[in-house]
């Protein structure tokens, strides 16, 4: 005789075996539409920063692009500032400023860069507005994709995936202006005249921005972005983050405009579901703080409107600590640990190096100099007895006015410089000029054979002078 095995729906919560899907498709998030104080500032830095991505390469600055990384001539215009590859320690410097300040931002306040700022969320919030335009809010968008194919579901969805192409096509065309001048770049799209790479990164930056924000959406900031990994090591207690107040909030349920039911107390959240609606990665807030969580407040916005209609006071959902909301700690007791030592300690590191790559710019050097000796060509005597050595001199000028040098040698007596090209260099050129030092034989035999140092004296008529070391070669 057999044991029947009990179904698992008879055994307790605790008993029970739960299957999970490693390979499960998620299912699609809609987001409802949000509108709010919140949804504002979103709004406000979505214009913000696209204003500056789109209309940088636009601007003129001494007759060129304001702003232009141009990768085949090696120059890089920050408006007045003109840089060179050896100059990559100031991009180190601008990556370490970003990850401090990032640091900084995230211990104070979570995640306001990924709520507000990243061009995830940014791309993500204009393709949303584009489907909700085309397609409706959250309830019709369902109701359509669960619909079978007609004309109108065509004509929707293909008007919504031509605008979001039209978006992506010009985002790649004003990334790939910021590395080619964008008015001969437009001239090229034009004519059809764009070379291969050209082609390419238009290409796959249209690609990248309307596969991301279009489709892949969430699943970037669940699954690819890894600042939602590491996050929780800068998180303390003190982090203000967004939080539902339980104690507030339980237990949850539904009822009349006015209090509540006497026979069956209730918190102050009437589980509508909302915050679920809104939020852009599909979770429930009311479960705690997770890593999915972005901080774009939408949620609060739509907890907020609801408790106005419920008239009871807003907050149920808002930004607070997480000892806040654990201790019921007044807004002063938030603040007053705004300024603990974790805080303190990036912002002493976050100043000094501003200060630091800030000093370094102001004092930068004009042109920038380097001698070496040619090569090709060997230490050699000449007519009467003299001592040539050939060198060549690389001149780059840092600034957009042209700049002329006068070049002395020092350490060899009696040493006469020969240029053999001009001493000089226009707007943001970098040139090669060869010259020629020779000493007397008298020098070269109270010298003797060998290398013998010597520097080189480059003298501009706008700038302090630079010293070059080098060598003297005397054959044998």
């Not at 029970?16 to 498709?25: A, G, S």
């Not at 907050?315 to 002063?332: F, H, K, M, V």
Request: aromatic residues 12%; charged residues 20%; proline residues 6%.
């Amino acid at each position: 005789m057999t044991t029947p095995v009990p179904a698992t729906s008879a055994l307790p919560a605790n008993q029970r075996e739960e299957v999970i899907w490693l390979y499960q498709k998620s299912p699609k998030i809609q987001p409802r539409t949000v509108h709010g104080w919140f949804a504002g500032w979103r709004w406000a830095l979505v214009w913000a920063t696209q204003l500056v991505f789109y209309g940088l390469p636009w601007l003129l600055w001494n007759d060129r692009q304001a702003v232009l990384f141009d990768l085949e001539a090696r120059r890089f215009f920050i408006f007045g500032l003109v840089l060179y590859p050896q100059d990559f320690i100031y991009l180190t410097g601008l990556l370490i400023v970003s990850a401090y300040a990032l640091f900084l931002f995230t211990t104070v306040a979570g995640r306001l860069w990924c709520g507000y700022a990243c061009p995830q969320t940014v791309y993500t919030e204009i393709f949303l507005w584009i489907e909700s335009r085309i397609e409706g809010d959250r309830m019709q968008r369902i109701k359509r994709d669960a619909a079978s194919w007609s004309v109108q579901k065509l004509l929707r969805k293909g008007g919504k995936h031509l605008a979001w192409g039209t978006v992506a096509l010009w985002t790649g065309f004003t990334f790939v202006g910021y590395f080619t001048p964008i008015r001969s770049l437009g001239v090229a799209v034009w004519s059809f005249g764009l070379g291969p790479w050209q082609s390419f990164w238009i290409a796959l930056y249209s690609l990248a921005t309307y596969g991301n924000a279009g489709w892949l959406r969430e699943q970037v900031c669940l699954y690819m972005c890894p600042y939602a990994r590491f996050q929780s090591a800068m998180f303390d207690h003190d982090t203000l983050i967004i939080g539902y107040d339980e104690k507030r909030g339980e237990p949850r349920g539904t009822r009349a405009k006015r209090g509540t039911d006497a026979n069956r107390p209730l918190g102050d959240c009437i589980d509508c579901g909302l915050c679920v609606q809104v939020c852009p990665t599909g979770i429930d807030i009311r479960q705690g703080l997770q890593y999915a969580c972005i901080g774009c407040a939408a949620c609060v916005d739509v907890c907020d409107g609801v408790m106005d209609k419920m008239r009871t006071p807003r907050g149920l959902i808002r930004y607070d600590t997480q000892a806040g909301l654990e201790q019921a700690q007044p807004a002063s007791a938030r603040w007053n640990r705004v300024l603990r030592p974790r805080v303190l300690v990036y912002s002493a590191v976050l100043v000094v190096i501003t200060a630091a790559l800030g000093t370094s710019l102001l004092v930068r050097p004009t042109f920038r100099v380097d001698v070496e000796r040619d090569r090709g060509v060997m230490a050699r005597t000449v007519e009467d007895g003299w001592v040539e050595n050939v060198y060549r001199m690389h001149l780059m000028n840092n600034t957009e006015a042209p700049q002329r040098y006068r070049v002395a040698v020092q350490g060899l007596p009696g040493a006469q410089v020969e240029l053999r090209g001009p001493a000089q260099a226009g707007p943001a050129q970098a040139r090669w000029v060869p010259l020629v030092v020779r000493i007397p034989p008298q020098a070269a035999a109270a010298l003797g054979s060998g290398a013998h140092a010597i520097t080189f004296q480059i003298d501009p008529w706008t700038d302090s002078s630079r010293a070059e070391k080098s060598s003297f070669v005397v054959p044998r």
